[in-house]
T-cell receptor, first 115, second 112 residues
Framework: NAGVTQTPKFRVLKTGQSMTLLCAQD?????MYWYRQDPGMGLRLIHY???????AKGEVPDGYNVSRLKKQNFLLGLESAAPSQTSVYFC??????????????FGPGTRLTVL | DAKTTQPPSMDCAEGRAANLPCNHS???????VYWYRQIHSQGPQYIIH???NNETNEMASLIITEDRKSSTLILPHATLRDTAVYYC?????????????FGKGTTLSVSS
């Protein structure tokens, strides 16, 4: 049971380049999330998904797109990278249990630098 | 979600109990108290949560005051590996699909 995994672990892009970050979970979770973490700012939600084929915007969605074609995978895309997108990106997933707390399980993070 | 207040940093000797406080004076009746931690360069990790009663699991204990306006996370025998940023989060229980709001947390430094 690998939990939540993220690919790649590190990446350096030039301004204007595109890339896709992959998140995979093997816990059969319904919900998946993408956060970014900047120094001194805590984690902020970019996009999330409540099930296969559905996505929704979070707090800071501009400049990012997402897709959830398979239940176990959640992709985060940067179409035209900007230096402001330099950050650490965390993926998380959780169960869907009505009436109870749903702990979020986080991946190890992807460190992205945009030059 | 109610606002939380935590001290920015705390020190603890290895083997001793670490008691991390959190104030949440505006907490509502249906809001839970959750604790996560983030060890340097890793993803956040769930520790424990509670509503009214004190809770204990294999990682920690959570003590919530009777008026629910504050709580304390207790690591009974801190080790060097417990050095991390600890986040106290208050939110309604069944909010799957919404973000966890991480504040600045408390940086716990455990030394030998």
């Amino acid at each position: 049971n690998a939990g939540v995994t993220q690919t790649p672990k590190f990446r350096v892009l030039k301004t204007g380049q595109s890339m896709t970050l992959l998140c995979a979970q093997d816990m059969n979770h319904e919900y998946m999330y993408w956060y970014r973490q900047d120094p001194g700012m805590g984690l902020r939600l970019i996009h999330y998904s409540v099930g296969e084929g559905t996505t929704a915007k979070g707090e800071v969605p501009d400049g990012y797109n997402v897709s959830r074609l398979k239940k176990q995978n959640f992709l985060l895309g940067l179409e035209s990278a900007a230096p402001s997108q330099t950050s650490v990106y965390f993926c998380a997933s959780s169960y869907q249990l009505a009436g109870s707390y749903n702990e979020q399980f986080f991946g190890p993070g992807t460190r992205l630098t945009v030059l | 979600d109610a606002k939380t207040t935590q001290p920015p940093s705390m020190d603890c000797a290895e083997g001793r109990a670490a008691n991390l406080p959190c104030n949440h004076s505006t907490i509502s009746g249906n809001e839970y108290v959750y604790w996560y931690r983030q060890i340097h360069s890793q993803g956040p990790q769930y520790i424990i949560h509670g509503l009214k009663n004190n809770e204990t699991n294999e990682m920690a204990s959570l003590i919530i005051t009777e008026d629910r306006k504050s709580s304390t996370l207790i690591l009974p025998h801190a080790t060097l590996r417990d050095t991390a940023v600890y986040y106290c989060i208050v939110r309604v229980g069944d909010q799957a699909g919404t973000a966890l709001i991480f504040g600045k947390g408390t940086t716990l430094s455990v030394s030998s």
